[in-house]
Nanobody
């Protein structure tokens, strides 16, 4: 059974950086896409980034493009979300989620498709404030 778990959240001032880590319980071929989503008191759950595991192809949501990047370490079975130039609007719980099929990773991300991204972690809090 595939499981994911997030870590790396915290509190930072505006303009700061954080790197979140998603630990995946299975090897790369077992998780076709791994995405990052966020949800806060003032925002509905939205996708921020995803990566197609086998080829390492990244997809970044327009709302965070230029500030966030996604990468993977296949040896450690981890997917990272590097967040730079953080803004108060980025405050949210950040979730890692994995897909088990070869569907459209990017479309599933933008639509927050829980059918595609079927395995979710419990989330890690990111707070951006001065």
């Amino acid at each position: 059974q595939v499981q994911v778990a997030e870590s790396g959240g915290g509190s930072v001032p505006p303009g700061g950086s954080l790197r979140l880590s998603c630990q995946v319980s299975e090897r790369t071929v077992s998780t076709k896409c791994v995405g990052w989503f966020r949800q806060g008191p003032e925002i509905e759950r939205e996708g921020v980034a995803t990566i197609r595991r086998v080829v390492g192809a990244p997809f970044i949501a327009d709302s965070v493009k230029g500030r966030f990047t996604i990468a993977q370490d296949n040896v450690k079975n981890r997917v990272y979300l590097q967040m730079n130039n953080l803004k108060p609007e980025d405050t949210a719980i950040y979730f890692c989620a994995a897909s088990l099929t070869d569907a459209d990773c990017y479309t599933g991300l933008t639509r927050v498709d829980r059918g595609l991204y079927s395995v979710w972690g419990l989330g890690t809090q990111v707070t951006v404030s001065s």
